[in-house]
């Protein structure tokens, strides 16, 4: 099939595939991701649709209502027919993302040759850009379900883009640290002035009350920059493990 004919069934595909109810527009706004049911090679159904149900486990556990039921994508699918059936590069993944109006695709394949059974996972967003990752089945059912939670994860934060939380916490902390310097910096020049002699130079009416406000004036600007020097270590920490986490 030519890629202009191919193009126009995919918006036919696109046309007819039946809409998603308001209340599922409205509850996955940030994103419906859609699983297509898994293949196999080398492996019997019975384990593609086993390493189908752990993955969406794992991805109910990070989307919950977000994952569109197999039933429904089952249903498009049918709609779609065998002209998406193979997708090889970005354009048919991103079409086909969106005929399933999905903000994400899943697909796998059940392996069962080499080393042990294992799953090919195929992941892309609306850009069609796909990532592929191969997880071994053959471990415990935790550490299966804890790379497919990994895995997930990191995509999910790869598709929502960088996370400015952490690093509006930093910059708080590193604004905080600027002014308690700031006003430390004007604590050391009340205490040289009034060591110097210098601080009520021009007062010949009451220098004692002027030394003692200027004295008060030097202890406030030290507690305003303990505080803010305190403010911005407490910030500096969480935001630095935020930040990291978020790398991660």
């Known amino acids: 099939m030519s890629r202009r004919a191919r193009s126009f069934v995919l918006l036919a595909a696109l046309w007819a595939a039946p809409p998603l109810s308001p209340g599922a527009r409205a509850e996955c706004a940030s994103g419906r991701m859609a699983i297509v049911p898994f293949e196999y090679l080398a492996a019997e159904a019975r384990a593609a649709r086993d390493a189908e149900q752990r993955v969406r486990d794992a991805a109910q556990r990070r989307l919950g209502g977000c994952v569109e039921a197999r039933g429904a994508t089952v249903r498009r699918l049918e709609r779609l027919g065998p002209s998406l059936a193979a997708c090889q590069d970005d354009a048919c993944r991103a079409a086909r993302a969106s005929a399933l109006e999905a903000q994400s695709v899943l697909e796998g394949i059940a392996l ?72 430390g910096a004007l604590m050391q020049q009340t205490q040289q002035a009034i060591a110097g002699g210098t601080a009520c130079g021009g007062v010949s009416d009451d220098l004692a009350a002027c030394l003692e406000r ?35």
């Open 112 to 183: 069962g040759m080499g080393g042990g059974p294992a799953l090919a996972l195929s992941l892309w967003g609306r850009d069609g850009k796909a990532t592929r990752q191969l997880v071994p089945l053959d471990g415990s059912p935790q550490r299966v379900g804890r790379e497919l939670d990994d895995l997930l994860g990191r995509w999910l934060r790869n598709a929502r883009g960088p996370n400015l939380g952490p690093y509006l916490v930093l910059g708080a902390a590193a604004s905080a640290l600027v002014a308690g310097a700031v006003f």
């Open 214 to 248: 200027r004295m008060a004036l030097g202890r406030q600007q030290a507690i305003t920059a303990n505080v803010l020097f305190g403010a911005g270590a407490a910030l500096a920490v969480p935001g630095t493990i935020w930040l990291v986490w978020e790398w991660q």
